[in-house]
């Protein structure tokens, strides 16, 4: 047996036993689980600004996603996320692990390995830019943070266009035990997840818990008789949390992810006759249809009829201290992150042995942070710090082409080539924020960072097969050595007043950079060079919330322009590295009604008109409207039982994936209806679950690009079917 395969049994076998032992455990007797992030009716407490704050209090549009939102859509990978985060889009490139994330309609595109996203990831604290980060297991977790705008004086490097912050859930003090298992019935998916309280002594306490994903895909291959793209996840995390004395903690965080993907879900939308004789010369007639109807015949190109596959391993270790000097907090964060990406594409998308990619994909990072909080409560509050970051970036991938034309007779697109990329880079930042209380109720912020990073890159490419693949379209370079070094100063600014103690009026400015750098997968390698993405959010809105918290309203307008936003495009033929601006405004809504008790009804919307300043036009990835509107409901039927429906419509309006929206496919507008039932006990020791995520089958383009090579075709990824899941947990403690 493989070793992967092994590791995979093992994990398996562990969190079905957790599960059987919790259930012979809660069925006898029940008990609450604890919610740190939010109780129902209670404040939710997020740590966007570095301390723990109530979500009202915070002059800034955030989202929270909370454990129950998680267990309810039964979402298990940050892919997911824009299913229980309304107003954020996520796209997954046709090949690769990549993910990429907008906010108001601005973010990175997916696709570019060397690119940091212009949306951070932060894990317990630790930045995370790679867009192969956001395709990793989500779970455990004691909540999420969605922070929108330009964000980059206090949160940190990149965070240009808004961040995602992931808090993983900590042990508690008395020993608990819960299992989470689900199997979905459309396509014979399943998923096992659970975790394990260890109290070890007095002030040391132990938390060790695990995911094992198996998604069977949503997409027909008619070529191999299977579904695509099927997902394998396995995820374990240990975090351990010692408190040696009052005043001090210290947070140990590991975590080890190993995903894989068998399969393409892209397929033919529009054809020129060519893409289907292709398909017959490879002897597989009449098997692309040019509808996007969640039907392909993708091969992997190695002429043996066999699957694409990648695979993706991360390794993630944080450490986090905090001490407590006479009121003050000082906080330390160190985190040490490894990756490496491989995967064999077939990139013509069709049957046959034309394009073919051989990826493979390694980083290294090393962080450190140290900062220094005051006391909150008085006329003045601070934090300063200084943050130290090392990466190193390795890709060399191999690209071999093999089409039966080309440019002229006798002069076929064939050849293969090799292209060597390696980053080092490293950067220093100090930054602070400052409060200052002007009157009662009224306060004054200010936010400043300054970056020194530097970048350098070996570039080469080999010819490993002649021919005008490899030598025209793809050139050969003997290595060279291309660095940069950029020093920024980001800062914001802002004011809020409380009008009373649940109204709070703000607005803010900020500017944020996102720094330049290297581009591994551009045709010309002269030209990988990309400059520095520089943004700036202005917003003003205003936040309510009654005593009782039975409603609550927030509103927020927002306008972001961003000069020099870095872009890379394929063409159908290559791949062009290039800068443009951008702009975003609109408005965003979140409501919340809690009519009587057990019911909760609630509204989210974003409206974000973005736009290519230079040319007017609407841009990829930027839907004008954005949003979701459900309800949850409660009730009791005996002492200790407790049914539970919860519904919700997520819709969003036509938007584009190329930067030529003349000859780009678009999405029609999508809606999707998600309906869920439980029964459970009221304290919460058990719950069983029915899952339906679009119910209605809906359907839409979900990303769209060029076929290479072949001008005049494109191809889609659609949106996933419907789902239904019967997901049963326990928790006993």
Request: aromatic share 10%.
């Amino acid at each position: 047996m493989k070793i992967s395969n092994m590791t995979r049994l093992l994990a398996q076998s562990g969190l079905m036993a957790m599960a059987l032992f919790a259930g012979s455990r809660a069925l006898a007797q029940d008990a609450p689980a604890e919610t740190k992030a939010r109780s129902d009716e209670g404040d939710i407490i997020v740590t966007a600004r570095r301390r723990q704050e109530t979500i009202q209090d915070v002059p800034a549009t955030i989202n929270v996603v909370t454990p129950e939102a998680l267990a309810r859509s039964g979402m298990s990978s940050l892919e997911q996320l824009e299913s229980v985060a309304p107003g954020i889009s996520l796209d997954s490139p046709p090949n690769g692990n990549g993910v990429g994330i907008a906010i108001r309609g601005l973010g990175s595109a997916p696709g570019a390995a060397s690119f940091d996203s212009s949306v951070s990831l932060f894990i317990d604290g630790i930045y995370a830019p790679s867009s192969s980060e956001f395709s990793a297991s989500l779970f455990d977790v004691e909540r999420v943070e969605v922070i929108r705008g330009t964000q980059a004086a206090l949160l940190g490097k990149n965070t240009s266009l808004g961040a995602v912050n992931i808090i993983t859930r900590k042990p508690g003090d008395v020993f608990a035990i819960d299992a989470t298992a689900s199997y979905e019935f459309e396509f014979g998916s399943a998923r096992l997840a659970g975790g394990v309280d260890l109290p070890i002594a007095e002030g040391l306490a132990v938390r060790v818990s695990g995911q094992s994903t198996d998604d069977e895909g949503w997409v027909r291959n008619v070529a191999l008789g299977r579904n695509a793209q099927r997902t394998y996840d396995d995820a374990a995390r240990l975090v351990a949390v010692w408190q040696p004395s009052p005043g001090v903690d210290v947070t140990l965080m590991a975590q080890h992810d190993v995903l894989r993907n068998r399969g393409s879900a892209a397929e033919f939308v529009a054809t020129n006759g060519t893409p289907e004789l292709l398909a017959a010369l490879a002897g597989y007639p009449g098997t692309i249809d040019a509808r996007l109807d969640r039907r392909n015949a993708v091969t992997d190109s190695r002429g043996d009829g066999r699957e694409q596959f990648t695979s993706l391993e991360t390794n993630k270790l944080a450490l986090t201290a905090n001490i407590d000097i006479a009121g003050y907090t000082l906080t330390s964060i160190t985190g040490l992150s490894k990756l490496k990406d491989f995967g064999k594409t077939d990139a013509d998308f069709q049957p046959g042995d034309y394009l073919y990619i051989d990826s493979g994909e390694r980083k290294r990072q090393f962080s450190q942070e140290v900062r220094l909080a005051s006391p909150t409560g008085g006329t003045f509050d601070f934090i300063i710090g200084g943050l130290y970051l090392d990466s190193r970036f390795v890709t060399n991938p191999i690209i071999a082409a093999s089409y039966p034309f080309g440019p002229a007779p006798g002069v076929n697109i064939a050849g293969s080539e090799r292209t060597n990329f390696e980053q080092v880079s490293d950067a220093q930042s100090l930054f602070g924020q400052a409060n200052y209380t002007l009157a009662p109720g009224l306060r004054i912020s200010g936010g400043a960072r300054f970056t020194w990073e530097s970048k350098a890159v070996n570039l080469s490419r080999d010819i490993l097969v002649p021919g005008f693949f490899s030598i025209v379209a793809y050139p050969p370079y003997a290595p060279f050595r291309k660095s940069r070094s950029e020093q920024n100063f980001d800062y914001s600014a802002g004011v809020q007043y409380e009008l009373s103690p649940q109204a709070l009026v703000y607005a803010s400015y900020g500017k944020g950079t996102k720094s330049g750098g290297y581009a591994s997968s551009v045709t010309l390698l002269q030209d990988s060079e990309y400059r520095k993405e520089v943004a700036r959010t202005a917003e003003g809105g205003v936040k309510l919330q009654s005593a009782s918290r039975d409603w609550t309203l927030n509103i927020a307008g927002f306008y972001t322009w961003v000069d020099d936003y870095q872009l890379i495009t394929f063409n159908g033929l290559q791949f062009v590295i290039g800068n443009t601006d951008l702009r975003s405004r609109g408005v965003e809504v979140e409501a919340i009604w809690r009519p009587t008790r057990g019911l909760k009804l609630y509204l989210n919307n974003t409206y974000a008109d973005a736009r290519d300043r230079l040319t007017g036009l609407k841009i990829p990835r930027a839907p004008l409207w954005l949003g979701s509107a459900g309800f949850d409901l409660s009730t009791g039927l005996s002492d200790n039982l407790e049914a539970r429906l919860n519904g919700s419509v997520e819709y969003r309006s036509r938007q584009y994936y190329q930067q030529d929206l003349a000859n780009a496919v678009s999405s029609d507008p999508f809606t999707t209806l998600n309906l869920s039932a439980a029964i459970g006990s009221s304290r919460r020791g058990w719950e069983l679950r029915l899952i339906g995520n679009n119910v209605t089958d809906a359907n839409a383009v979900a990303f769209a690009f060029p076929t290479p090579f072949l001008a005049g075709n494109q191809n889609a990824i659609s949106e996933r079917g419907r789902t239904i899941s019967l997901q049963l947990r326990i928790e006993y403690q």
